[in-house]
């Protein structure tokens, strides 16, 4: 199966840091992504990590382990626009089609 | 911008009816992916289309169907159009699976409301 989980709401403060986890079944293991969704707007990509361990891009970073099945995006420093969903995504076992999470909605307050 | 783009924005039927939904992939990309994304839900995979061919299908019924042309720009028709059809339509364009990452670059979708 490719159940994804990760919680539905968060709320942090602006200039704070904030930890999004996803959890998915490890069978077939493909990569996992991290896409970014605005209300009304297209998911964009953030990251993909297909090894363990923190990848750093600017104030985002993402984190994998596969033994354990657990993945969480890492946010810093953060800013008003941030808030948007956050989509946790696993291609299928064979092929790139991807199972995404029901995305964790982030809301930035003052 | 991801060079991904969809029409139209927004659409309204009625129950029964039939839609054609169209997507232009970004320049290099030879594989399209459409999704259905209802109101505080994660997309759900329909189909993929590779060389104009279905490379793998959702869960979803055989009234929704698709086509690529050789272009790569593909559509997605839906017939018999129910109410549960009331979504956010997203495609998305990449390279052929293999490519390293195969990252997968959306559209700004089509906002479809059956009525």
């Known amino acids: ?110 | 911008e991801t060079g991904v783009t969809q029409s139209p924005t927004h659409l309204i039927k009625t129950r029964g009816q039939q839609v054609t939904l169209r997507c232009s992939s970004q320049s290099g990309h030879n594989t399209v992916s459409w999704y259905q994304q209802a109101l505080g839900q994660g997309p759900q995979f329909i189909f993929q289309y590779y060389r104009e061919e279905e490379n793998g299908r959702g869960n979803f019924p055989p009234r929704f169907s698709g086509l690529q042309f050789p272009n790569y720009s593909s559509e997605l028709n839906v017939n018999a159009l129910e109410l549960d059809d009331s979504a956010l339509y997203l495609c998305a364009s990449s390279l052929p699976s293999g490519t390293a990452k195969n990252i997968q670059y959306f559209g700004a979708g089509t906002r479809l409301s059956v009525l």
Not at chain 1, 23 to 36: D, P, R, V
Not at chain 1, 69 to 88: F, H, R, V
């Open chain 1, 1 to 110: 199966g490719q159940n994804i989980d990760q919680p539905t709401e968060m709320t942090a403060t602006e200039g704070a840091i904030v930890q999004i986890n996803c959890t998915y079944q490890t069978s077939g293991f493909n990569g996992l992504f991290w896409y970014q969704q605005h209300a009304g707007e297209a998911p964009t990509f953030l990251s993909y990590n297909v090894l363990d361990g923190l990848e750093e891009k600017g104030r985002f970073s993402s984190f994998l382990s596969r033994s354990k099945g657990y993945s969480y995006l890492l946010l810093k420093e953060l800013q008003m626009k941030d808030s948007a969903s956050y989509l946790c995504a696993k291609p299928g076992a064979g092929s790139y089609q991807l199972t995404f999470g029901k995305g964790t909605k982030l809301s930035v307050i003052p």
